[in-house]
């Protein structure tokens, strides 16, 4: 039995493994892709201190093998179920089942989709969820980006040194991207290489084995227009995979794990960190934050518990 199982291995779970290995707990790290978690489809970071600029998969490798370097032991794998509500916590996994005296959910979220007909169908036939995934697809090509967000600003710019030209499709007129990012955008913009369609949102896909093009909605006038691209890029937020915790842990009205300060959920021996929790602010700095302080607590939970 180990002494914390941590779901997901992202830069919260990483950092809550270097916290309580060096502390030297038992750790067991289940991941389903590979150790990064969303930040390995980041391109360049320029905010997460220490670092002005650096890749999001290197920035991911190097909290990977320091976790590592102090003997994490880590399984590949999907959760297949969860019983945590005892004093040993178990999860069932494609690799058996583990045990352990404590767990941290540190299970990020998954890209929000459309939700526009054939969405499914177009997916890796013109539609990505992954700029730095899938960008180099679209070398010289027409594609259009959808979202207000930070990633589809971050998009963009990735884009922009590989394809012909972007459509940054926006529902509103006003963005949620950081005011720094934006002023890159526009200058691409007078440059012809980014074209905004604001107070806009896809209605349609065309295509037929791929897509060929899009039906935009101006929200305003109604007006339809019809884009005519290789890709298109969606980017307009993600959400918590907690389907299998609904029942166990409290949530919020969008499925986002609800904790306390010290990270801890409505059942005892249980931790929620990272993207997956409810909070405001979502960023690699604060993820690492959580995974701290969710260690340092479990060590005193396990202390008086066992
Ligand atoms: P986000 O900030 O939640 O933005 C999602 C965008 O998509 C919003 O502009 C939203 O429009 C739009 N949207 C949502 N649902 C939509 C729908 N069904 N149809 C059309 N548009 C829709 O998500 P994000 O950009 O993925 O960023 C997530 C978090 O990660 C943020 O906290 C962000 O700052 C952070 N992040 C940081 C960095 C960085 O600092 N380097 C990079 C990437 C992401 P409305 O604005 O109208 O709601």
Not at 132 to 154: Q, R
């Amino acid at each position: 039995m180990y002494d914390i199982i941590i779901v997901g291995g992202g830069p919260a779970g990483l950092t809550a493994s270097i916290y309580a290995l060096r502390a030297k707990k038992s750790v067991l790290l289940i991941e389903k892709f590979s150790p990064g978690g969303q930040v390995v489809q980041t391109g360049k970071i320029e905010n997460y201190p220490g670092f002005k600029s650096i890749e999001g998969a290197e920035l991911s490798r190097l909290m990977f093998e320091q976790a590592s370097d102090l003997g994490l032991e880590v399984v590949y794998s999907d959760i297949l179920n969860y019983d945590i509500t005892g004093k040993i916590k178990k999860v069932k996994t494609y690799e058996g089942e583990f045990e352990a005296k404590t767990i941290i959910l540190a299970l990020g979220a998954v890209a929000r989709q459309l939700d526009v007909e054939n969405e499914k169908k177009f997916v890796g036939k013109g539609i990505s969820y992954c700029a730095t995934c899938d960008g180099n697809f679209f070398k010289d090509k027409v594609v259009a980006v959808v979202g207000g967000g930070n990633t589809s600003f971050e998009d963009c710019l990735y884009l922009s040194d590989i394809v012909k030209k972007i459509y940054l499709i926006h529902r509103r007129d006003e963005f949620r991207g950081d005011a720094h990012t934006l002023e890159k955008l526009k200058t691409l913009a007078l440059n012809g290489k980014i074209e905004f369609v604001l107070n806009s949102v896809v209605k349609e896909l065309k295509g037929e084995e791929k897509l060929n093009s899009i039906l935009v909605e101006n929200k305003i006038s109604k007006e339809v227009r019809e884009i005519k691209v290789d890709g298109l890029f969606v980017a307009i937020g993600r959400q918590p995979d907690t389907a299998l915790l609904k029942d166990i842990l409290t949530l919020d009205k969008n499925g986002y794990i609800i904790t306390d300060e010290n990270m801890c959920t409505n059942v005892d021996g249980v931790y929620a960190i990272g993207d997956v929790r409810e909070k405001r602010l979502r960023q690699i700095v604060t993820a690492c934050s959580d995974g701290a302080i969710a260690s340092v607590d479990i060590i005193d939970y396990i202390s008086k518990n066992f």
